[in-house]
């Protein structure tokens, strides 16, 4: 198996990485029972607005109340969704997950982000899949998102435009790595499937090559 989101083999170029407007940074996809939304919350509210722009696309049981809570600061835009060409504009994907849903849930968001050439901010455990699969190609805030300071180290690392290429590198080499892997599962499928077609048909084909004709009941003495 391998996660949801490693599709196609395109990976779009990250130009905007070297622009100097504001960094962009989205949340695309469910807010459920796994996620963190105080940690968006606390994150949104601590960027100087001058440096960053959000852009929501939520769904799920907590997105009401996320949007309610963010959706009227100024750098905020609200989303029903994004497209392919919607995620391409997002500097950073912001990725969370609680701590008791480690080596349970991988949030597809982190395979969404690298699989676009993005890095991603995420909110969630150290001692988990996500983080120990992608780490490289983001950066970590406990999943309640941490103390001011903490929050505030975070996005500056994130505002520098040397750390995001260094990041985005790291994607783009993650997203390779998992593209090959996806094809190579493939090929294996294939051949596993390919070798038991033959293998049926060959029996098939030599049960009716040596089955006996069937005997013709006995008659009885004239």
Same mark, same amino acid.
């Given at each position: 198996m391998w996660p949801?989101?490693?599709?196609?083999?395109?990976?779009? %170029?990250?130009? @905007?990485?070297a622009s100097p407007a504001p960094v962009h940074?989205? !949340?695309?996809?469910?807010?459920?029972?796994?996620?963190? *939304? +105080?940690?968006?919350a606390r994150v949104i +509210? &601590?960027?100087?607005?001058?440096? $960053?722009? $959000?852009?929501?696309?939520?769904s799920g049981a907590g997105a009401k109340a996320?949007? /309610? #809570?963010?959706?009227? @600061? /100024?750098?905020?835009?609200? @989303? =029903? !969704? &994004? =497209?392919?060409?919607?995620? %391409?504009?997002?500097?950073?994907h912001f990725v969370s997950l609680r701590d008791e849903w480690a080596h349970v849930s991988v949030p597809s968001k982190a395979i969404t982000a690298v699989m676009t050439g993005s890095p991603f901010l995420y909110a969630g455990p150290?001692?988990? =899949?996500t983080w120990g699969m992608l780490g490289v190609a983001g950066w970590r805030l406990p999943a309640d998102g941490g103390g001011d300071v903490e929050i505030q180290q975070c996005l500056n690392a994130i505002g +520098?435009? %040397?750390? @995001? #290429?260094?990041?985005?590198?790291n994607a783009v080499r993650l997203a390779r790595e998992l593209i090959a892997m996806r094809d190579d599962a493939l090929d294996r499928l294939c051949g596993v499937l390919s070798?038991?077609?033959?293998?049926?048909?060959? %029996?098939?084909?030599? =049960?009716?090559k040596t089955?006996?004709? *069937?005997?013709? *009941?006995?008659q009885a003495p004239r």
């Open positions: 949801a989101g490693v599709l196609g083999g395109a990976i779009p %170029a990250r130009e @905007r990485l940074i989205g !949340y695309v996809g469910n807010i459920g029972e796994a996620n963190c *939304p +105080d940690a968006i +509210d &601590l960027a100087p607005r001058d440096r $960053f722009r $959000f852009t929501i696309a939520a996320l949007e /309610a #809570r963010i959706g009227t @600061r /100024a750098n905020v835009t609200l @989303r =029903d !969704y &994004l =497209d392919e060409a919607g995620l %391409a504009t997002l500097d950073v150290e001692d988990s =899949d +520098d435009a %040397a750390q @995001r #290429r260094s990041k985005q590198e070798r038991w077609g033959q293998a049926t048909a060959g %029996a098939g084909n030599t =049960d009716s089955s006996a004709p *069937p005997t013709p *009941p006995p």
